[in-house]
């Protein structure tokens, strides 16, 4: 039984002792009558002892499993602690990152890019691009490209986006879903209209199962 029903009942139950005391003190109440809001109060009584019963058994069982769950994390995962904060607060910029800041977020394409291969027809895509960090020299990114219409999912590739230090040179280091590595180079670029990166070569391709 929820909160609310648990309140309700009080409530009713409060009321009848309401009633109760005002039918003691009215002398147009006959004796039956009290007998009966009486015995009305005590069955209310019992199903409140019953509700605060199982509230507690509730809570006892909440705490139980709260217990193990902590238990069953330090047995399997004993390096959590050293790895993950216990209050969960999100970690500083890595100040080596600090000038891709502003690359920080997910994005979304609009309005949708389209796609040319020479083995393939012409399609449309949308895509959805997210950075973060973890407080290390480097930024973390997964790009999901899906069907505009249908949303069905395309291309995919995640990875690390890393600056040299003391330089505006950026690598990506990235894996994609059609089985090829690729650590594309460039220059972090500043102008009138914004922030930009220009890729100059890809340092580093690689392709499995060939």
Request: include cysteine; hydrophobic fraction near 35%; charge should be neutral.
């Amino acid at each position: 039984m929820s909160i609310n029903e648990v309140i309700m009942s009080a409530s009713g139950a409060c009321k009848l002792i309401d009633s109760l005391h005002s039918y003691c003190f009215s002398s147009r109440q006959s004796k039956s009558q009290v007998c009966c809001l009486r015995e009305q109060v005590e069955k209310k009584n019992g199903e409140l002892k019953l509700l605060r019963q199982r509230i507690s058994r509730s809570d006892s069982q909440v705490r139980k499993l709260k217990e193990k769950l902590n238990e069953m994390k330090r047995n399997s995962f004993p390096y959590l602690n050293s790895l993950i904060s216990q209050d969960c607060e999100t970690p500083q910029l890595n100040p080596v990152m600090e000038p891709l800041s502003w690359m920080l977020g997910t994005w979304l394409s609009d309005p949708p890019g389209d796609g040319t291969f020479p083995t393939m027809k012409p399609f449309q895509y949308l895509e959805e691009v997210h950075i973060s960090h973890v407080g290390q020299p480097m930024l973390n990114f997964s790009f999901n490209a899906f069907h505009p219409d249908t949303r069905k999912p395309m291309h995919r590739e995640c990875g690390f986006i890393r600056l040299k230090p003391d330089t505006n040179k950026v690598a990506f280091i990235s894996a994609q879903n059609t089985g090829t590595l690729l650590i594309p180079t460039g220059e972090e670029v500043l102008t009138l209209l914004g922030h930009f990166i220009t890729f100059s070569d890809s340092s580093c391709t690689s392709h499995s199962f060939i």
